[in-house]
């Protein structure tokens, strides 16, 4: 996946500022796809220039003029493409799985450290998580919901049963090392 199909996945339903993308951006893909502000405005740039998005700019009082982006046949049609190839998953870069095997060289006690860290952000992350899942899904999504919903769903889903599997991997970790 690139940052490109991200931003116009968040355009299929309705133009937006490059300030409500990086928003919705934190809210959302962020989860799962991580940009920065300036990536997100040189993407939009990049896919302007291809076509991909139009632009059109609002005048606002007192203010410079707010680009609006909107989704283009291109665009769409580029999106189409990308999204019924197969998917082809990067390996993953864990930091912490590396610093475990240095255990050895540096002792338990500063990988400890970090893995309660760990530990930590996963509980604030299934905490927020739990709490979209609250204010959003009060009961599963049915067949008969809508599409948005179900995927949205499924999405959420994904980031907390896989929080819950880190948090067990961590639990696990953190009573081998202090056990010795």
Request: aromatic fraction near 8%.
């Given at each position: 996946?690139?940052?490109?199909?991200?931003?116009?996945?968040?355009?299929?339903?309705?133009?937006?500022?490059?300030?409500?993308?990086?928003?919705?951006?934190?809210?959302?893909?962020?989860?799962?796809?991580?940009?920065?502000?300036?990536?997100?405005?040189?993407?939009?740039?990049?896919?302007?220039?291809?076509?991909?998005?139009?632009?059109?700019?609002?005048?606002?009082?007192?203010?410079?003029?707010?680009?609006?982006?909107?989704?283009?046949?291109?665009?769409?049609?580029?999106?189409?493409?990308?999204?019924?190839e197969p998917v082809?998953?990067?390996?993953?870069?864990?930091?912490?799985?590396?610093?475990?095997?240095?255990?050895?060289?540096?002792?338990?006690?500063?990988?400890?450290?970090?893995?309660?860290?760990?530990l930590k952000r996963?509980?604030?992350?299934?905490?927020?998580?739990?709490?979209?899942?609250?204010?959003?899904?009060?009961?599963?999504?049915?067949?008969?919901?809508?599409?948005?919903?179900?995927?949205?769903?499924?999405?959420?889903?994904?980031?907390?049963?896989?929080?819950?599997?880190?948090?067990?991997?961590?639990?696990?970790?953190?009573?081998?090392?202090?056990?010795?």
């Amino acid at each position: 996946m690139s940052l490109k199909h991200a931003i116009l996945s968040l355009l299929v339903e309705s133009e937006r500022s490059g300030y409500d993308l990086t928003k919705n951006f934190e809210s959302s893909v962020a989860f799962y796809w991580s940009a920065s502000h300036q990536q997100i405005y040189k993407t939009l740039g990049d896919m302007h220039d291809k076509n991909w998005v139009s632009l059109k700019h609002q005048a606002q009082s007192g203010k410079p003029d707010k680009k609006i982006y909107s989704l283009t046949d291109d665009g769409a049609a580029e999106l189409k493409r990308w999204a019924v190839e197969p998917v082809k998953q990067a390996a993953p870069k864990n930091q912490l799985l590396i610093k475990l095997m240095l255990a050895r060289l540096v002792g338990t006690e500063p990988i400890l450290e970090q893995l309660n860290g760990e530990l930590k952000r996963v509980y604030k992350e299934i905490a927020t998580y739990s709490k979209i899942e609250k204010q959003y899904f009060s009961s599963k999504p049915s067949h008969d919901t809508h599409l948005k919903n179900v995927t949205s769903y499924l999405t959420l889903r994904n980031g907390l049963l896989s929080a819950h599997a880190e948090l067990d991997w961590l639990h696990e970790a953190i009573e081998m090392l202090e056990n010795k």
